[in-house]
């Protein structure tokens, strides 16, 4: 039996050393026709010295924020959206173990017994007497092993590994987004505690002009629908400002759950928005595809995808398996387990499809199809990828020059309203003339205010559509651009 199996053994593994994949190795489909070598929204920007990370792995540290370092710290400990990802990435990982079983033989021990009277007109018994009821113990050790021929097995464990690591990529690229959702949410709560001190500012010189319009009034120098006017617009301004508490309230809430706290029990300091967003490095649009996660995950899709067409391939072919069943069969439990008991057998077995109504022909299309959707996700995550850029570059851009503007516009807007409400004094304009300069400048305040916070917004999507600090760590295959 020893020697038989030590043949068997070897010629397995010449079968092993000779076995053979169908269809090409997996090569990088091209993600564009024409890749460009510049954002066209770069003017201005800073691009990132080569052999540099663009971005720290920290990023959200720009900012120069510790309530906001503190806060992502919070979201990456206890955040149940990245929990969730990182729980299918340890199921993916499970899988691939899965898969690679498949290269070992299966070993299986049983045990029975059975009991069972054999009728006394069975064919070849010509109806003489039988025994009576007899036992059957037996103790089976069985050792299957498919060899994997056509590669079959070897394609199904790339295919896991391929969709594991787009697994761990999904896990950063949601690491990303929540990271970037409460920067956003934090610097829009900022921006409504602008808007409410200012509103508190406003609302304390709304006073004092009605305090002054009352003065005037009962001095007889105004008329009661100046005193009238100066109150309707001191209760109107108060009215908005509990508008913006609402605001913040439901910006406050969506940060407790991104940090995995109750709302009921999370708070935040007031601290109104002040400083501008930093200054974001770039990378070049070549580097930028080793930068986002959600691209890499797209293309190791791809490479999972390619891997099932040639499990698909494998079914064509012949299947060989080797197997080898041993153990101790006896009719009483007295010398089951003795030498004498033994059996074994030992030897390969091949077996071919010849019919199956088209169904191989059906997988292999399938899995055809399955990897050009592939190739078009990868293709349309990368247009997409540019546009995020270049939409944010323009934004960051375009909200830098309005900022400017805008606050030329305050300034005016503040001096018209000093100047206006010191002519009402002299009783040279009528009220209607202040009230009207004071709404002007809480308007423009007000935009300008947004404005910066609309920077700060679109500087955190920047670093988003840029991949943050994450950076690709696994081996990605860069030669060839053909597809299968």
């Not at 097995?153 to 690229?173: G, K, W």
């Not at 995950?297 to 995808?305: W, Y």
Request: proline residues 5%.
């Amino acid at each position: 039996m020893v020697r038989y199996a030590v043949s068997i053994v070897c010629a397995a593994l010449c079968a092993l050393l000779a076995a053979c994949s169908v269809g090409p190795d997996y090569v990088r489909p091209q993600a564009l026709t024409e890749m460009p070598d510049h954002f066209k929204e770069t003017e201005g920007w800073k691009i990132a010295e080569p052999g540099n990370s663009p971005l720290p792995e920290m990023w959200w540290e720009l900012y120069a924020d510790p309530q906001l370092n503190q806060l992502e710290e919070q979201l990456l400990a206890a955040n149940q959206t990245i929990r969730q990802a990182e729980a299918q990435f340890r199921q993916a990982q499970a899988l691939v173990q899965s898969a690679r079983a498949g290269y070992f033989p299966n070993l299986n021990l049983g045990a029975s017994a059975i009991r069972s009277q054999r009728s006394a007109n069975a064919p070849g018994s010509a109806g003489a007497a039988t025994a009576g009821p007899t036992w059957d113990f037996q103790m089976p050790v069985a050792l299957p092993w498919e060899i994997d021929l056509w590669g079959r097995i070897r394609r199904s464990v790339e295919a896991s590994q391929a969709s594991s690591e787009a697994s761990n990529d999904d896990l950063a690229a949601v690491r990303l987004s929540m990271q970037a959702a409460l920067a956003s949410n934090y610097f829009q709560l900022r921006a409504v505690d602008a808007q409410k001190a200012l509103f508190d500012e406003t609302v304390a010189n709304y006073a004092k002009y009605l305090k002054l319009t009352k003065n005037r009034y009962q001095s007889g120098v105004a008329a009661k629908s100046d005193l009238l006017q100066a109150e309707a617009q001191l209760k109107g301004t108060e009215a908005q400002a509990f508008d913006l508490d609402v605001q913040r309230a439901q910006l406050e809430h969506a940060i407790a759950l991104l940090v995995g706290k109750p709302a009921s029990s999370f708070s935040l300091p007031r601290l109104p928005l002040m400083a501008p967003p930093p200054e974001i490095p770039l990378a070049i649009p070549s580097e930028f595809l080793e930068r986002r996660p959600d691209i890499a995950a797209a293309e190791r899709r791809m490479a999972a995808a390619n891997a099932q067409i040639d499990v698909a391939k494998a079914a064509y072919f012949p299947s060989l398996s080797l197997s080898a069943i041993g153990g101790f069969d006896s009719s009483a439990t007295s010398n089951w387990l003795t030498w004498p008991s033994r059996f074994w057998s030992v030897g390969p077995s091949v077996s071919q499809n010849l019919f199956d109504g088209g169904f191989r022909q059906a997988q292999s299309a399938q899995a055809r199809a399955a990897f050009d959707a592939t190739v078009a996700a990868y293709r349309q995550t990368v247009l997409t990828g540019f546009q995020e850029v270049e939409d944010n570059l323009a934004t960051l851009r375009i909200l830098e020059t309005e900022f400017k503007v805008q606050d030329e516009a305050v300034q005016a807007a503040s001096q018209t309203s000093a100047i206006t409400t010191n002519q009402y004094r002299a009783g040279i304009v009528s009220s209607l003339n202040v009230i009207t300069a004071q709404a002007t400048e809480l308007a423009n305040r007000r935009t300008a205010i947004a404005i910066l916070g609309r920077r700060l917004m679109a500087s955190v999507q920047l670093v988003k559509a840029l991949g943050g600090g994450w950076k690709q760590e696994n081996a990605v295959p860069s030669n060839p651009v053909e597809t299968k």
